[in-house]
Structure formats: C-alpha cells, structure tokens
C-alpha cells in the first residue's frame, strides 16, 4: 500500500515511489487508450483517423471530469495524461486551436516556422512576418498550407464528434470500458473497494463528463 499511498499524493509527491507510481498510470492510460482507439476505428471506419480523434475526446472527458482535484481525481489526471500522449502532435495542434493559442491574429508578429489555424486551415510562416502591415494567411505568399502528419482538421474533429454524440450505447460502452480497466486502481487509491452507489456515481459523472465534451466538438 506504500506505493498506492504516494500515488494519492499526485501531484504534490516528491519520492522516487511517487514518480514511479505517476509514471504507471501514465501507462496504464496509454494502454486503455490503445482499446478505445480500436472500438472506435471499428465504429466509424469512414472517418480518418475516428480511433484516435475518439482517444482524444476520452482523454479530455476524464480530464473535465476529475476537475475538482479531490480524492482519486489526481489519479484519473494521470490516466487522462497518459491517453492524451498516446494521440501524440497533431491533435495538439488542435487544442491550441481550440483554446486560442493557435488561431491567426492581425498585427501580430510571427517567426519562420510558426503555425497558425485560419478558417480551419493550417498555415506555416515561411520567413519572419513583422507585425505590419499585416499578412492574411491564404492571401499572403509569406504563409504556406500545412497540414499536420495525419492531416487532421478542425472539421473533421467536429464531424466525428456529430456522429459520436448520437450514440448512447456507444459512450455508455465506453465508460464501462475504462472502469474496467481503471477500476481496481481507483479502488486500490482509495484504499477500499467501493459500494454500487458510488461506483454508479463514478460511472454516470464519467458518462455526463464523455458526453458534454462530444457534444462541445460536435457544435
């Protein structure tokens, strides 16, 4: 229970055991998110890249949902890391898009190299751009078209997402899924097993959590 015991303490742990113990959720959050990735590229084979898109809709629902940073919530943060760096670069991209970090602004300067998103494209500065006069992406040579390694847009997060958040027994299906897996750690961290009421509470927060970030990339 040593172990288990620095686990609870993520992130203020500062051992060796901690770090250790961090690092496996990391890894058992990078092995769930290799079977959500195939239940969901089996769902929707038509979507490029749906397995990992859906990897990264997880990944952010466990994050909204252990928000409140009490109890075993540092532990579901861990988890939740560990699939979000199973999707790796590209749909990073997309969240700096998402938050603003990555959209285009007027009047701003940009370095050869920087990326931006503008009217859900991808641009990349070739040379310096000085903050005047001011050079729109698409319409200034300076700007080329870049698309990301699996060429994943806004767009198409979105219609994924739109077809996802009709689906019920689909994202009920997964919640089940990474209880599953999760389970018997959140268990361990809380240093007992939970009775139905709470492990049913545990499971329609994730559900709610799951279906209010699809229905936030879905709009």
Known sequence: MDAFNEIRAIPKSRTILGAAGASALNALGGFAAGRVRGILAGFAPQYKGAGTIGVFLVSIALRYYSRAESG???VIKELAAGMAGFVGNDLWLIVRALVGWGKWKPETAYGAGDVVIYENQYYRAEKDIPAKPSAEPGKDARWVRFETAQGYSPDEVSAFAQALVSNDALIDGLVKEQL?????????????????QEADQIYAGMRDSLKSVVQKFAA
Not at 180 to 196: S, T, V, Y
């Open 180 to 196: 599953l897996i999760f389970g018997p750690e959140l268990a361990q961290c809380a240093g007992r097993e939970f009775n139905q």
């Open 72 to 74: 075993y919530d540092r």
